[in-house]
T-cell receptor, first 114, second 112 residues
């Protein structure tokens, strides 16, 4: 079955350090991949997407993600973490033949320590 | 302001009762979605609609029903057949930019 996996339930990073939130995918054909962020008791906000083209995708709030076909990964990164980056992060994808379906991973909680 | 409005924000229901969650958008988006969020399980797709008067089941449609009579409205009914309805429900729409969903603030349903 097609899916994305977020292997870490929680990631802790000190403020100012680089952060990485991991996502691996198992998707048929060329994947459409996305990252979203959720702040407490709120809806999700779109950060970035990979459809085709450059493997390094830049998004909102200084985040970027690198599509790696050989490792089937789409890790979210930021060079310098802020306390305000603390939130729940979701990787998502569109299944092949799935019309407009967008399927989410289980999420990774990111804690930025001051 | 344009966006997605979900109501009510909090809802309590007795077992055996149906409840309808409202989702309205003024973004002129064609596609709309309902997701359920449970701790540790991420978001799971309940139903989605790509156009008025048409909708498709997602991964966990059992015990839920929807309608799409108007472009701007996509209400979700949680029926008494849903065995574990206590959850956070999120509605979203998608516009011209593929994959960019706009989410409402969510409705938290608690079954007593």
């Amino acid at each position: 079955a097609q899916s994305v996996a977020q292997p870490e339930d929680q990631v802790n990073v000190a403020e100012g350090n680089p952060l990485t939130v991991k996502c691996t995918y198992s998707v048929s054909g060329n994947p459409y991949l996305f990252w979203y962020v959720q702040y407490p008791n709120r809806g999700l906000q779109f950060l970035l997407k990979y459809i085709t083209g450059d493997n390094l995708v830049k998004g909102s709030y200084g985040f970027e993600a690198e599509f790696n076909k050989s490792q089937t990964s789409f890790h979210l990164k930021k060079p310098s973490a802020l306390v305000s980056d603390s939130a729940l992060y979701f990787c998502a994808f569109t299944p092949k033949g799935g019309d407009d379906k967008i399927i989410f991973g289980k999420g990774t909680r990111l804690h930025i320590l001051p | 302001d344009g966006g997605i409005t979900q109501s009510p924000k909090y809802l309590f229901r007795k077992e055996g009762q149906n409840v309808t969650l409202s989702c309205e958008q003024n973004l002129n988006h064609d596609a709309m979605y309902w997701y359920r969020q449970d701790p540790g399980q991420g978001l799971r797709l309940i139903y989605y609609s790509q156009i008025v008067n048409d909708f498709q089941k997602g991964d966990i449609a059992e015990g839920y029903s929807v309608s799409r009579e108007k472009k701007e409205s996509f209400p979700l009914t949680v029926t008494s057949a849903q065995k574990n309805p206590t959850a956070f429900y999120l509605c979203a729409s998608q516009g011209q930019t593929w994959g960019e969903l706009f989410f409402g603030e969510g409705s938290r349903l608690t079954v007593l």
